[in-house]
């Protein structure tokens, strides 16, 4: 497994939660990352990515304002801090690696998948 996503759960809306994906191959740490997510019947649609530095980011619409994506090269891991979360967010999130220094925001572009953690927001 070359990406291994983690921090999901069960919480109630308005919290918290802090997704983690720690890469095991040390050239992932150049590499682009970005978070997605896919709700039962929808198709995996994007969150937020990061550059290779940490120092360019995106988010989709319906995120901004509450999730932060940030990455630390040295552990090689990415993180999501989502607050504010909404039964709307409830879906697997998915984090992806691809081999360029600028994220994406298509699916398509990204090489690299690791296995998916569930989040579930309670109304």
């Known amino acids: 497994v070359q990406l291994q996503a983690s921090g999901g759960g069960l919480v109630q809306a308005g919290g918290s939660l802090r997704l983690s994906c720690a890469a095991s191959r040390r050239s992932f740490s150049s590499y682009a990352k970005a978070w997605f997510r896919q709700a039962p019947g929808k198709e995996r649609e994007f969150v937020s990515a990061i550059n290779w530095s940490g120092g360019s980011t995106d988010y989709a619409d319906s995120v901004k304002g509450r999730f932060a994506i940030s990455r630390d090269n040295a552990k090689n891991t990415v993180y999501l801090q989502m607050n504010s979360l909404k039964p709307e967010d409830t879906a697997v999130y998915y984090c992806?690696?691809?081999?360029?220094?600028?994220?994406?925001?298509?699916?398509?572009?990204?090489?690299?998948w690791g296995q998916g953690t569930q989040v579930t927001v309670s109304s």
């Open positions: 992806a690696a691809k081999s360029a220094v600028v994220p994406g925001t298509s699916v398509n572009e990204y090489a690299y």
